[in-house]
C-alpha cells in the first residue's frame, strides 16, 4: 500500500512536469512551478527527484519518448504495410492525440541548457521514437517501388515538422488537425510517387 501511495505520488510529480516542460520548455520551467502545480512544497520535489529540475526534465522526456515510440510502432503496425500514405495518416494521428512535442524549442533551447550527456541521451531517445518509424516507412516503401528514391532521414524531420506545424497550428482552420494533416501528407507524397 505505501509503494502505491509513493508510486501514485511520483507519477502525478512526472505528469505535472511534463505538462510544463511540453507548454513552456526546460528553461521557462521552474522547480517552483511544479511544485505550485501540485499544490505541494518545492523540497519535496527532490525525494521524486534528487538531481532536481534537469533530472526531472529527463525523466519526463524518455518517458514521453518511450511512449511516442510504442505509440507510433503500434499506430503504423495496425496500418496497410504496403501503403506509405496509410502509414503516414497513422502516424500522424498518433502524434496529433499527443501533447505537442515542440522539437525546435527541444533543439535550440532546451538540449542546451543540460548537460552534454542528457542531451545526447534525450536526442538518442527521440530519434528512436520519432524518426526511426518515419524513416523505416520511408525506406520500404523505396524498396518497394511506391516512392522515389528519396532521403527517409530527412523526410522523417519534414514530416515531424510539418505535423508540429499542423498541431500548433490555425486555431480558427475551417477543417479539423486530422483533415490538415491528410492534406499535408497528400501534398508531400504527390511528389514522390514514381513517375
Known sequence: MVQSIVSD?????????????SERGYTAVKLRDIADALGIRQASLYHHAPGGKEQLFVDVTER???RHRVGMEQAISQSRPDDLREQLRAAARWLLSQPPINL???????????????AQRLKAAAARALLAPLEA???????RGE?????????AGMFLSVIEGVQQGAPHAPVSKQEMAD?????LLKGMYQR
Open 64 to 66: 514521453s519518448m518511450e
Open 183 to 187: 492534406d499535408v501528407i497528400d501534398i
Open 137 to 143: 516507412i520511408y525506406q520500404a516503401a523505396i524498396d
Open 104 to 118: 525546435s524549442r527541444m533543439n535550440l533551447s532546451d538540449m542546451p541548457a543540460i548537460a552534454p550527456s542528457h
Open 147 to 155: 516512392i522515389r528514391s528519396v532521403y527517409p532521414h530527412l523526410m
Open 9 to 21: 505520488s511520483h507519477e502525478r510529480v512526472l505528469n505535472a512536469a511534463e505538462r510544463l516542460f
